[in-house]
Antibody, heavy 121, light 108 residues
C-alpha cells in the first residue's frame, strides 16, 4: 500500500524550531518529487515547499523562505521540513504529499494524514 | 503568481441533484489544473487532473471540464459522501503552486 506518514508536530513558542518528518512506503521514494502543503485552522490549502525528484532542486513559498528547509533521505524513504523562527501564522496542519512528476512538479496524488503544528506562547 | 478563484464559496444542493463548482485562473493554464476533495479531519484527495481526467478510483459521477482560465467540476448525482470542501490547484506555473480558496458543498 502506498502511504505517507508525517510526524514531529507539536506546540512550540514563537521564535522556536520544529522538525517534521514524513516516511514513505509502498513506492520508490527516490523517484518522486515531494511536497509540503499546510492548512491553517479553518482555512484553505497553502503550498509550502517541494523538492524535485530528478534534479533535487528546491523551492519555497515566500512566506517561509529563509526560515524553513526541506530535505530528503532517500535511503530512509524520508522527507523532512526543518522549521525555524516560527511565527503564530505558521500554525497549521502540515501535509506531506507525493507529486506525480519527477521532473516538473504537477499535482499530488498521495497525501499523508498530516501533523499539527501550533505556535503559541 | 497565478491567482485561483473558486465560486461559490458555499453551495447547497440536495442529495441526488447535480452540483457545479467553478474555478477561474488569473492567467491561462491550458489544462494544467487539478481538483481535490477534502472531508473534515482528513487529508485532501485527488479527484481530477489535467482538467478533465479522473484519478484512479474516482467515481464516474465526478467530471471536470474547461481550458485556459475557466474550469468546472461537476458531480452528476450527489451522494451523501460527496459533501465536502473542494479545491482547485494550478500547476502551469511554479513556484508557487496555487490553490483556490475552496468551495464547501453542503446538504440542502
Amino acid at each position: 500500500e502506498v502511504q505517507l506518514v508525517e510526524s514531529g508536530g507539536g506546540l512550540v513558542q514563537p521564535g522556536g524550531s520544529l522538525r517534521l518528518s514524513c516516511v514513505a512506503s509502498g513506492f520508490t521514494f527516490s523517484s518522486y518529487t515531494m511536497t509540503w502543503v499546510r492548512q491553517a485552522p479553518g482555512k484553505g490549502l497553502e503550498w509550502v515547499s517541494f523538492i524535485i525528484g530528478s534534479s533535487r532542486d528546491i523551492y519555497y513559498a515566500d512566506s517561509v523562505k529563509g526560515r524553513f528547509t526541506i530535505s530528503r533521505d532517500d535511503a530512509k524513504n524520508s522527507l523532512f521540513l526543518q522549521m525555524d523562527s516560527l511565527r503564530a501564522e505558521d500554525t497549521a496542519v502540515y501535509y506531506c504529499a507525493r507529486d506525480v512528476d519527477n521532473v516538473t512538479p504537477d499535482y499530488m496524488d498521495v497525501w499523508g494524514k498530516g501533523t499539527t503544528v501550533t505556535v503559541s506562547s | 503568481e497565478i491567482v485561483m478563484t473558486q465560486s461559490p464559496a458555499t453551495l447547497s444542493v440536495s442529495p441526488g441533484e447535480r452540483a457545479t463548482l467553478s474555478c477561474r485562473a488569473s492567467q491561462s493554464l491550458g489544462s494544467n489544473l487539478a481538483w481535490y476533495q477534502q472531508k473534515p479531519g482528513q487529508a485532501p484527495r485527488l479527484l481530477i487532473y489535467a482538467a478533465s481526467t479522473r484519478a484512479t478510483g474516482i467515481p464516474a459521477r465526478f467530471s471536470g471540464s474547461g481550458f485556459g482560465t475557466e474550469f468546472t467540476l461537476t458531480i452528476s448525482s450527489l451522494q451523501s459522501e460527496d459533501f465536502a470542501v473542494y479545491y482547485c490547484q494550478q500547476y502551469k506555473e511554479w513556484p508557487p503552486y496555487t490553490f483556490g480558496q475552496g468551495t464547501k458543498l453542503e446538504i440542502k
